[in-house]
C-alpha cells in the first residue's frame, strides 16, 4: 500500500513539474533584450505636436517636415504619425528608426510591437532592417534597408494588434549596428492619411 502511494506521489510530482515547464514557454517567455513603450517621452494635446526623442534614435520626415509624435489615450503613451495634419499639396515618408542594436550576442532574434491603424485613408506603414546606418539624417538614403514582413498588420480600426512573433535571426543580422525602422509612407495630397499608433517595441531571444 505503502509502495502505490508513493508512485502516486511520484507521478503526481511529475505531472505539476511538467505543467510549470509549460507555463514557463507561454510568450513572452524569452530572454528580451530590447524594449520601448513610450511611455518617458512627452505627449501633445490638441494641436500641439511633440516629437518623439528618445537618446540615440532618428525621428526624420524626408519628405516633409512633420515626425512621429508622442500622443497618449487611457493614461498609455504611443508614437503616432498621420499625413492628415501635413500642409495641403505635400507627402510624406517619415522615419522612426532605434538606436543601434548588437545583435553579435543574441540568437534567434525575434521582433514583436503593437500598431493601431485609424481612419484608413490609403497610407502606408512599414518595417525596415539596416546594418549600415550611421544615425545620420543623410544616412537614411544612403544605407542598406531590408523591408521586413509584418505577420499581422490591422484590418480593422481603433484596435491595436499585435505584429505577431517576427523572425529576424533568418536574415542573418550578425552585426553590433542594427537598426530597426518603422516608415509612415502617405500624402495629403493625394489623400493617403491614415493614422498609425505605435506601441510596445519588443526584441527577444526566441527559444
Same mark, same amino acid.
Given at each position: 500500500?505503502? !509502495?502505490?502511494?508513493?508512485?502516486?506521489?511520484?507521478?503526481? /510530482?511529475?505531472?505539476?513539474?511538467?505543467?510549470?515547464?509549460?507555463?514557463?514557454?507561454?510568450? @513572452?517567455?524569452?530572454?528580451?533584450?530590447?524594449?520601448? +513603450?513610450?511611455?518617458?517621452? /512627452?505627449?501633445?494635446?490638441? +494641436? $500641439?505636436?511633440? @516629437?518623439?526623442?528618445?537618446?540615440?534614435?532618428?525621428?526624420?520626415?524626408?519628405?516633409?517636415?512633420? #515626425?512621429?509624435?508622442? #500622443?497618449?489615450?487611457?493614461?498609455?503613451?504611443?508614437?503616432?504619425?498621420?499625413?492628415?495634419?501635413?500642409?495641403? %499639396? /505635400?507627402?510624406?515618408?517619415?522615419?522612426?528608426?532605434?538606436?543601434?542594436?548588437?545583435?553579435?550576442?543574441?540568437?534567434?532574434?525575434?521582433?514583436?510591437?503593437?500598431?493601431?491603424?485609424?481612419? $484608413?485613408? %490609403?497610407?502606408?506603414?512599414?518595417?525596415?532592417?539596416?546594418?549600415?546606418?550611421?544615425?545620420?539624417?543623410?544616412?537614411?538614403?544612403?544605407?542598406?534597408?531590408?523591408?521586413?514582413?509584418? @505577420?499581422?498588420?490591422?484590418?480593422?480600426?481603433?484596435?491595436?494588434?499585435? +505584429?505577431?512573433?517576427?523572425?529576424?535571426?533568418?536574415?542573418?543580422?550578425?552585426?553590433?549596428?542594427?537598426?530597426?525602422?518603422?516608415?509612415?509612407?502617405? +500624402? #495629403?495630397? %493625394?489623400?493617403? $492619411?491614415? /493614422?498609425?499608433?505605435?506601441? !510596445?517595441?519588443?526584441?527577444?531571444?526566441? !527559444?
Amino acid at each position: 500500500m505503502k !509502495n502505490i502511494f508513493k508512485l502516486s506521489l511520484v507521478l503526481l /510530482t511529475l505531472g505539476l513539474t511538467i505543467g510549470c515547464t509549460g507555463d514557463e514557454e507561454i510568450p @513572452p517567455y524569452k530572454q528580451q533584450f530590447f524594449a520601448q +513603450s513610450f511611455e518617458d517621452q /512627452t505627449a501633445g494635446s490638441g +494641436s $500641439t505636436e511633440i @516629437p518623439i526623442n528618445i537618446e540615440g534614435w532618428t525621428n526624420f520626415n524626408s519628405l516633409g517636415t512633420r #515626425k512621429w509624435i508622442c #500622443k497618449t489615450f487611457n493614461d498609455s503613451k504611443f508614437a503616432e504619425f498621420s499625413s492628415f495634419y501635413s500642409a495641403a %499639396g /505635400t507627402s510624406d515618408e517619415s522615419w522612426l528608426i532605434t538606436s543601434k542594436i548588437d545583435f553579435t550576442t543574441t540568437e534567434k532574434e525575434t521582433l514583436n510591437f503593437d500598431l493601431q491603424a485609424r481612419f $484608413t485613408n %490609403g497610407a502606408e506603414f512599414k518595417v525596415l532592417v539596416s546594418t549600415n546606418f550611421d544615425e545620420t539624417t543623410a544616412g537614411i538614403a544612403t544605407a542598406t534597408w531590408t523591408e521586413i514582413t509584418v @505577420p499581422t498588420l490591422p484590418t480593422v480600426d481603433n484596435v491595436f494588434v499585435n +505584429s505577431g512573433l517576427i523572425d529576424l535571426s533568418s536574415n542573418n543580422y550578425n552585426s553590433d549596428n542594427v537598426h530597426i525602422a518603422f516608415k509612415y509612407i502617405g +500624402s #495629403k495630397a %493625394g489623400n493617403k $492619411t491614415t /493614422t498609425f499608433q505605435l506601441d !510596445n517595441i519588443k526584441l527577444f531571444e526566441n !527559444n
